[in-house]
């Protein structure tokens, strides 16, 4: 038989969250975990169940894979028949987070497990197996490199992208065509020029959510490696790793962004939008376009009528300039580490390379409409959609948007500033800087 899925929702019932969650929680999933001393983890004492069986716990609030994970599970038991995963499906992060800093703070981390914005600091207190030393290069080779930097610290790899996320510009033909735009913009001059004639048929141009702030980097965010045309740039600058937030290249980075509110390209009150309003928004044809998410295809097929299902189109970020790179975010929202010092360790890793193994994993994101970490997997991509989105991280656009450095999440706050007009770049670069300098004490 296989292990017990277990969810836990505060109804008893079941519940789902999208994975940009996990960048709207950085602040808080920091705060409740960085409240719990970080104790290197002694391991479990029960590594090994009754009749000699290994058991396996496995911790995530991964419910896109809810009916999934029963059949990986099922399979890998049979095929490992000293091996027992329990797993244990947690319905949100706030009901997530408190059970792991708890099991943190008394020293029985779950042998895998899902390390939200924590996975560096998790690594170098010990507590997150490296990876690179435990599957090796030629295992690692195949997953998206903007998913590895993410996890990676000092050569060490401390987690693996399960779930890509990446985001567009989704739009609608039929307003697009009705204000007069000819195909899809190639630049933000182009889009700027498009946003004017939409805003005179009385639409908004592109609908976009900065409520919290954190919402607003993942737009943000990847305009510093258009900017400086280095992929890795926000890597340095999470870890302020010889760059700041004053740096010459998010100043240019902020003017385009005022440049862009400034001409009217987004919905009025961006900052007071939620994610959900400023879908709506897009579906209800209240906006021509709509910048989100990987996971968007999924909600517009649960709220979105099923004409505009079949008509809704995605592309890729404008460009700086015509024919330069369509930087846009991308990093894993959902990843899997392993205890460093359970005594079941080596059984979690088998499962790992299980789950990654590409009949598996492929099989495991199609059935669950879910975008791959890696390469071979994002070839055999079904969901039309996903599968073009997918295909901007092999043309190499993606780069890193989620805060993983202390206290990089309240870098978004200042930017307020920005998305209603009432602060100048120079200034709010000054704000970002001395915000996150403050978090981290």
Known sequence: MPGPTIPVTSDGGSATLSRRSLLTLGTVGAATLGSVPLLSACGSDEGSGSGGRTTVRLWTWYSEQQDEWPRLISEFEAANPSITIENRLFGTPDQYLPALAAAVSGGDVPEIFAPHVRALTYGQAGISADLNAELGQD???????????????????YALGWMAQTFGIFYNPDLMAAAGVDGEPETWDDLIAAAQKINATGKSAVSLSANPGTSGLDFFLPLLAQ?????????????????????????????????????????????????DQASSLFFTEGSAMNFN?????????????????????????????????????????AGLAVSATSKAKDAALEFIRFIYSPDQYVQTMNNSNSMPSTKSAATEVTNPVLKQMTSWLLDGDGVPHIPFGNGSSEAGGPLAGIWDGSAEPSAVAAQMQTAVTNARG
Request: charged content about 15%; cysteine-free; hydrophobic content about 35%.
């Open 139 to 157: 295992f690692l080779s195949d997953f998206f490199q903007s998913t590895i930097d993410e996890y990676t610290l000092d050569g060490k790899q």
């Open 293 to 333: 998410g990987s996971w968007a295809p999924q909600n517009l097929v649960q709220n979105a009528s099923p004409e505009f299902v079949q008509k809704y189109r995605v592309m890729k970020n404008p460009a700086l300039a015509p024919g330069a790179q369509h930087y846009t975010a991308n990093q894993a929202g």
């Open 227 to 275: 900017v400086s045309d280095d992929p890795t740039f926000y890597l340095r600058l999470d870890q302020l790793a010889g760059v700041t937030y004053t740096d010459p290249v998010v100043v240019e980075a902020l003017t385009l962004l005022k440049k862009l509110v400034d001409n009217q390209v987004f919905q009025p009150g961006v900052n007071g939008t939620s994610g």
